[in-house]
T-cell receptor, first 114, second 112 residues
Framework: DAEITQSPRHKIIETGRQVTLACHQT?????MFWYRQDLGHGLRLIHY???????NKGEVSDGYSVSRSNTEDLPLTLESAASSQTSVYFC?????????????FGPGTRLTVL | KQEVTQIPAALSVPEGENLVLNCSFT??????LQWFRQDPGKGLTSLLL?????REQTSGRLNASLDKSSGRSTLYIAASQPGDSATYLC???????????FGTGTRLKVLA
């Protein structure tokens, strides 16, 4: 079955370290998204991509970067992790067309920055 | 800027009760609206999606309605069960983009 996976599921890192969170989908969806979820803020969009080599900033993109070298993957990199980036990170995907644009979510990565 | 609000933030009801969860949005130029369920420590599961041209969608005991002109959507859950306990999130995508803006959710507890 087609699916969307994230790895690792849990990660603890020290302040200032670089970390990359992986997101892989097998639906052949054009659109991919990264969100963070924090108490009191709901889900907020970090970065998104509408296709290979396309990346765009969301509302909370500072300190994060993404690259899209193929359809299946959109890795999220924290260049120099800060304690404020402790959060649960969700990846999502949807199909680029004029249809429903239903979003499907991965299981999430819980990141702790000490 | 689109803003999405969900009221109430938390709700506790006895089993068997019919209930309504509310979602409001500030910009009526939406492409679609999606309702999700999130269990503690888990990802989001899509429940219903309503396109801007539709008024409602139904799936089993769930019915979602959309009133674009008033900027509102409701999720109706019939004959609630303890297994319905979860956080329910609504999200809207604005015309011209594929991005979703999320509300902060309603945490539902159904008591046996």
């Amino acid at each position: 079955d087609a699916e969307i996976t994230q790895s690792p599921r849990h990660k603890i890192i020290e302040t200032g370290r670089q970390v990359t969170l992986a997101c892989h989908q097998t639906w052949n969806h054009n659109n991919m998204f990264w969100y963070r979820q924090d108490l009191g803020h709901g889900l907020r969009l970090i970065h998104y991509s509408y296709g290979v080599h396309d990346t765009n900033k969301g509302e909370v993109s500072d300190g994060y970067s993404v690259s899209r070298s193929n359809t299946e993957d959109l890795p999220l990199t924290l260049e120099s992790a800060a304690s404020s980036q402790t959060s649960v990170y969700f990846c999502a995907s949807s199909l680029l067309n004029r249809g429903p644009n239903e979003q499907f979510f991965g299981p999430g990565t819980r990141l702790t920055v000490l | 800027k689109q803003e999405v609000t969900q009221i109430p933030a938390a709700l506790s009801v006895p089993e068997g009760e019919n209930l309504v969860l509310n979602c409001s949005f500030t910009d009526s130029a939406i492409y679609n609206l999606q309702w999700f369920r999130q269990d503690p420590g888990k990802g989001l599961t899509s429940l219903l999606l309503i396109q801007s041209s539709q008024r409602e969608q139904t799936s089993g005991r769930l019915n979602a309605s959309l009133d674009k002109s008033s900027g509102r959507s409701t999720l109706y859950i019939a004959a609630s069960q303890p297994g319905d306990s979860a956080t329910y999130l609504c999200a809207v995508s604005t015309s011209g983009t594929y991005k979703y803006i999320f509300g902060t959710g309603t945490r539902l507890k159904v008591l046996a």
